[in-house]
Each structure stands twice: as structure tokens, then as C-alpha cells.
């Protein structure tokens, strides 16, 4: 079964700092990950995803994110930060080939941007 | 506008009450999921419905019971529930995963006194 861990259920940063959330997965083949990002009192919204082509995935508002298969590791960066990033970030995985087989999220990690 | 549009926006209901959440989408997708979002906890998938079909349930009481007349709405009726299901409940459809992955409705936010 897949799963995924986000490291850190709030991270706070610097208007203008690098932006780090983490994310680790585990799973039985090479999976599927996504981040989706949660704005107050709205749904989720896709960043960016991974889907076997290139490693390094670049997603909506300035954010990318790196698959690394040998840390099992799906990490979120942004170089700086601003304060419209201020939201819940949601990693999730999905098991590839496997039609409509749902996501399954993390718990998230909110994220503040002080100024 | 996402494309999903979910309906009310906010309710509360009393625990002996019957309602109904409803959850639209125009955007030609075959998949329809609920999914419970409470405070702290992960998101939780309820039910999936693939072409009108109910394909998982993820052990959810049945206080809670889905309908999925066509493949544009889903609705989810409620009765009976209790203060612990006061939560965001999203709906989300799919077309194809691999290349769109879900698209979320606003939600709407369950307080169940």
C-alpha cells in the first residue's frame, strides 16, 4: 500500500526565504506524487505532479519539487517565499497504471510566511 | 470557480436532522470521490464512484450514504450523525489521473450540534 509522511505540520518562514516542505513515500512500485495546496475555507488546488517523466517537476506559482527515488523523497521548494504562499500543503501518492485509484494524502503542513 | 461545485456552502444540523451535501461537475470526468477533512487528521476518502459505479467504500458508517444519479453529481444524504463528523467534507472528480489528478470543490463545512 502507499503511503506518505510530511515532515513537519507547520513550517514558518521569512517573506523572501527559501521555501522547504518535505514529503517521504513509501510504496511497492515507482509511484505517482502530487502536491496540492489548500487556501482558508477553499478546496485543494494542484501544484504540481510526478508521473515518471522528469525528475525535477515544476508546478504553478514559482513552486517545483524533486523526485529523489534513492531517499524516497518528494520534497516542495519555492526559492522566496511571499506572503500569498501562506496555506496547507497536501502531498499525496497514487499507485501508476491504476485508473482512477484514489489519492491517498498526508496529514499537510501549514505553512506561514511572516513578513 | 474550480469547475466542482459543491453545495451548501456551510451547515449545521442537529444530530436527529436529514440532509443532503450535493457536489457538481461540468467538466466531463468519470470519477467522483468524497473525502472527510477534519482538524488534525488526514484526509479520509469515503466513497469513490467510477462511471455512476460505487468502487469503494471505505468503511464508512452508514449515517452516511452516497448517491451518484449520473456521472456530472454526487451527493452525499446524512442522518443521524453525531458531533464527531462536524468537518470539511470535498468532493473531487477525475478524468484522467495521471495527467489532471483531481479537481477539488470548496467543500462544505458540517457542524453537527
Known amino acids: 500500500a502507499q503511503s506518505v509522511t510530511q515532515l513537519g505540520s507547520h513550517v514558518s518562514v521569512s517573506e523572501g526565504a527559501l521555501v522547504l516542505l518535505r514529503c517521504n513515500y513509501s510504496?511497492?512500485?515507482?509511484?505517482?506524487l502530487f502536491w496540492y495546496v489548500q487556501y482558508p475555507n477553499q478546496g485543494l488546488q494542484l501544484l504540481l505532479k510526478?508521473?515518471?517523466?522528469?525528475?525535477l517537476v515544476k508546478g504553478i506559482n514559482g513552486f517545483e519539487a524533486e523526485f529523489k527515488k534513492s531517499e524516497t523523497s518528494f520534497h516542495l521548494t519555492k526559492p522566496s517565499a511571499h506572503m500569498s504562499d501562506a496555506a496547507e500543503y497536501f502531498c499525496?501518492?497514487?499507485?501508476?497504471?491504476?485508473?482512477?485509484?484514489?489519492?491517498?494524502f498526508g496529514k499537510g503542513t501549514r505553512l506561514s510566511v511572516i513578513a | 470557480e474550480t469547475g466542482v461545485t459543491q453545495t451548501p456552502r456551510h451547515l449545521v444540523m442537529g444530530m436527529t436532522n436529514k440532509k443532503s451535501l450535493k457536489c457538481e461537475q461540468h467538466?466531463?470526468?468519470?470519477?467522483m470521490y468524497w473525502y472527510k477533512q477534519s482538524a488534525k487528521k488526514p484526509l479520509e476518502l469515503m466513497f469513490v464512484?467510477?462511471?455512476?459505479?460505487?468502487?469503494e467504500n471505505n468503511s464508512v458508517p452508514s449515517r452516511f450514504s452516497p448517491e451518484c444519479p449520473n456521472s456530472s453529481h454526487l451527493f452525499l444524504h446524512l442522518h443521524t450523525l453525531q458531533p464527531e463528523d462536524s468537518a470539511l467534507y470535498l468532493c473531487?472528480?477525475?478524468?484522467?489521473?495521471?495527467?489532471?489528478?483531481?479537481?477539488f470543490g470548496s467543500g462544505t463545512r458540517l457542524t453537527v450540534v
Open positions: 473531487a472528480s477525475s478524468q484522467d489521473l495521471i495527467n489532471y489528478g483531481y479537481t
Open positions: 510504496s511497492s512500485v515507482p509511484p505517482y
Open positions: 510526478y508521473t515518471s517523466a522528469a525528475t
Open positions: 499525496a501518492v497514487s499507485r501508476p497504471n491504476s485508473g482512477n485509484t484514489p489519492l491517498v
Open positions: 467538466l466531463g470526468h468519470n470519477a
Open positions: 464512484y467510477n462511471f455512476k459505479e460505487q468502487t
